[in-house]
């Protein structure tokens, strides 16, 4: 498991470079470590490594991983796949954060199934930048009612917006797909002060979305591997 403290450095140090390259302050810049498809025991090294953010894309395989690390110090959970209704309820119970909402009725019931006595759920809404066909998120023009639905709800907080941009062929297209993400984001902020995250950023593209101004990436790949399923 060493190697994933080595992968997980790697990952940092190339954070850190993107950065400075673009002269931001790497601190400015949350990980998310994308844990699908992987056994408990990877996560608990990543933690033991410092990690603390991680992403789950599958709810049964997430609340078994989630109930595995359960005591685990400071680890904070981000829904980042597809919700169907009938999974709304374990998602605002188990997730501090939830990065791929769609849909109205889901942010309603994820805030009505959201326990009174936790804090507010974080959520930011998925956006299909191209409207790629089968690809998951709101389409551009649909982000400002989302918004506005989010904004009027109890027990959850609208914290920003979450792409998958398309592959481009070289890296001045994939930071471009990166910047048009990063306008949007500019817009939504500029209505509502408190929205804070820009979640964009993958092992592929790392750089182009830290350059772009992300403040959140999403890594799975470049931390644990390969994915074998
Ligand atoms: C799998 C996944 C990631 C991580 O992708 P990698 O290329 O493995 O880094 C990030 N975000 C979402 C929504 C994912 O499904």
């Known amino acids: 498991m060493d190697r994933l403290a080595e992968n997980l450095a790697l990952v940092k140090a190339r954070m850190a470079r993107a950065a400075h390259a673009g002269g931001r302050d790497p601190a400015d810049l949350r990980l998310v470590a994308v844990s699908k498809g992987q056994p408990a025991a990877a996560i608990r090294a990543l933690h033991a490594a410092g990690q603390r953010d991680f992403g789950e894309n599958y709810l049964q395989e997430a609340l078994g991983n989630i109930a595995v690390l359960e005591g685990a110090a400071g680890l904070c959970w981000h829904y980042i796949g597809a919700i169907q209704s009938n999974k709304t309820a374990a998602i605002a119970r188990h997730f501090a954060w939830v990065q791929s909402v769609e849909r109205g009725k889901i942010a309603r019931r994820l805030a009505a199934q959201r326990p009174p006595d936790y804090p507010p759920l974080n959520l930011c809404i ?4 191209d409207g790629e066909p089968g690809k998951a998120g709101v389409e551009p023009a649909g982000v400002a009612e989302l918004a506005a639905l989010i904004a009027e709800l109890p027990r959850v907080r609208l914290r920003g917006l979450m792409f998958i941009p398309r592959p481009a062929a070289d890296m001045a297209g994939q930071v471009r797909g990166c910047q048009r993400a990063a306008a949007l984001f500019a817009e939504l902020r500029a209505q509502y002060p408190a929205v804070d995250t820009l979640s964009l950023g993958m092992s592929a593209d790392l750089e182009a979305a830290v350059q772009a101004g992300s403040s959140m990436l999403r890594i799975g790949t470049a931390l644990f591997g390969a994915r074998s399923g």
């Open 126 to 129: 998925q956006v299909n930048m």
